[in-house]
């Protein structure tokens, strides 16, 4: 009796995990003929694969949707993080920010690869959106004008603000959705100096990723350590399809990037910092997406002064080469350039050194340092 249910058992589970197999190879996601969007890579394409990404496979597309790309217009900004310029009203540095949708070039020609021209929802037509950078004690003002098609709202991430001013409009707790073709007006003062951030707080897993960030700088009312260069880094990361520009919002396991941009752009496309010997500099990172970078600077050690905004004590920092930047968190760090030649900076999760899978690429910076 034992002998016959353990065989009815057994028959029973292997037609089940036959019939399992018959259904996930009809299951959405499952490339079973060419073009059909899913999860699963495409088999491998014969010929050589130096110049090609995935050594000949091509990625497939996300299940989740693209950005709409119609009719968006290429930018026509070049950087991301301009300085944002204020007209001071009644002592008030008023400030404009509107929210569209660009095209943005994050990476030119590139061995095999096109231009990539990643469709983007921006402010000011800018990737990362402008440099707000005041000094504390300030009192400013931020007008939003909503030129997207969605509603959105801007949070001031790690800034001190009123309750009604905090910007999260999804859920609506502190304000009400900014419609398309409305304005809202932020006001607060800037209590504190450092490094903080502004970001969409409205379908943040899919307009955050799309672009819609950008930093606040807050200096402190009496002047600390002076620095040579003082540099902001925004990191970020995007899904691109090299061949159309159609473009998702990069997210874990539903669309993984495969391009990495620093302040809006992929190496080689990444700026040249100029530094000369001896001087001090001080870089502030910032994690704008949602996938955390290891920063590893080559050349010098460097100390870790300031953690989401807040100064480190002297006699408690860290000396690293290394330090990790996890979503929405900011680190600035300081050295002094003491060797001359070029030295770079990147991110050692080294897929993130990859331009669609083509090194070198993505999030590398680098440092020049002359005599």
Known sequence: MRITLRLGIFVA????LGAAAGTFAQAPGHRSTP?????????????????ESHGGMEMPDPMERPIPDDGVPRATETKGGQPLP?????????????????KWLILPKFKSLPEIWATTWSYNGQIPGPMIRVTQGDRIRVILKNELPDPTSIHWHGVRVPNNMDGVAEPAIT???VKPGE??????????AGTFFYHS????DRQIPAGLSGSF??????PGTRVGLDYTVMLQEWRVKPETGKTWPAMPAMSEPNFFTLNGKAFPATETLEVKKGQRVRIRFIGAGQFAHPMHLHGFPFKIVATDGFPVPEAARLTKDTVNVAPGER??????????????????????VTNDDLEPGGLILAIKVSG
């Open 13 to 16: 589970t292997v037609l089940m």
């Open 35 to 51: 073009g059909t969007p899913g999860m699963q890579m495409e088999e491998k394409k014969e010929g050589p694969a130096s110049e």
């Open 86 to 102: 204020f007209k001071l009203v009644n002592r008030v540095k008023v400030f404009e920010l509107t929210a569209k949708p660009v």
């Open 175 to 177: 304000q009400q959705p």
């Open 183 to 192: 304005t809202f007006t932020y006001e607060f003062t800037a209590k504190d």
């Open 201 to 204: 707080h409205v379908e943040t």
């Open 217 to 222: 700088i807050v200096e402190p009312r009496r």
């Open 331 to 352: 680190y600035d760090i300081e050295f002094v350039a003491e060797e001359e030649g070029t030295w770079i900076m990147h991110c050692h999760v080294l897929h993130h």
